[in-house]
């Protein structure tokens, strides 16, 4: 299972002052370090966490993969064929939304302008996910686009204010899952993870990555980067573990 940190709230602390601290560089060092796999940023319309700036001093560093979340308009579109991070994940994007709200609208304009842009993308070297509700109409239409991976949006089961809307909005990450079963896209979650409620949505069919930024810097003011990373692999490695016992046992 591929950790992805998304270190955003690392830059947003930075920005609260406007000098140069918290250096996102040096976020993206300690994530390396503690072992995740790929740094994830998302550099939105309004600049109000990552800048541009940052974005290429990641990429120059080079110590870890890079994903890209951005809106699909010309000017991330432009940047990102010019930044070529290893992949670009689309995302919506309200302006006065206060974190990515649900997931990507396919209809037919954004279908065409991401057929287009997949191509882009084809040809610079990187790759392509959407950031998706868990909707199995959508992940027809990704099917059908031939994107390289599918983000699940996990906000909805996070968000979730009891164990019956849990459950509900589990099984609706799992049917979305299914959905995707064979088909030749990597299968990725995020928005919302803890500690508390990563175990569950690890269970799905086919998962291969997730993508973890707001619970880990928030934890890492009172434990440190490193040691807040650590406690989300430890879970990682527990359910891989699980995984590994239960076949064992089916044989
Ligand atoms: N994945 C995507 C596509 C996102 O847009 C975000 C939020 O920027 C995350 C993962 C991480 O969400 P959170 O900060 O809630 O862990």
């Known amino acids: 299972m591929i950790l992805g940190v998304n270190i955003d709230h690392v830059a947003t602390l930075r920005n609260a002052r406007g000098g140069s601290d ?85 209809d037919e304009g954004s279908l065409g302008r991401i057929r287009i842009f997949l191509d882009q993308c084809r040809m610079a070297g990187i790759r392509l996910s959407l950031f998706l509700g868990p909707e199995p109409a959508d992940m027809e239409k990704a099917v059908l686009l031939g994107v390289d991976q599918v983000e699940l949006h996990t906000g909805e089961y996070s968000n979730a204010s009891s164990e019956k809307l849990v459950q509900a909005e589990l099984h609706r990450l799992v049917a979305a899952a299914s959905c995707l079963k064979d088909k030749g896209i990597r299968l990725a979650a995020g928005h919302g993870l803890t500690v508390r409620n990563l175990s569950a949505v690890l269970e799905l069919p086919g998962l291969e990555e997730v993508n973890i930024g707001h619970s880990i810097v928030a934890r890492s003011i009172f434990v440190g980067l490193d040691q807040a ?13 699980l995984r590994v016992i239960r076949m064992e046992c089916k044989r």
Do not use: F, Y
């Open 22 to 106: 918290p250096d996102p560089l040096s976020a993206a060092v300690a994530v390396w370090q503690s072992g995740a796999e790929q740094l994830v940023c998302h550099l939105r319309e309004d600049r109000r966490h990552i800048q541009d700036n940052d974005l290429r001093r990641l990429k120059d560093w080079g110590g870890l993969p890079l994903n890209l979340e951005m809106a699909m308009t010309e000017e991330m579109a432009r940047i990102a064929l010019d930044v070529r991070p290893e992949l670009v994940t689309l995302v919506p994007e309200r302006r006065e939304e206060r974190t990515t709200e649900g997931g990507l609208l396919l």
């Open 229 to 241: 990373i650590r406690e989300i692999r430890k879970i990682l490695a527990d359910t891989e573990t």
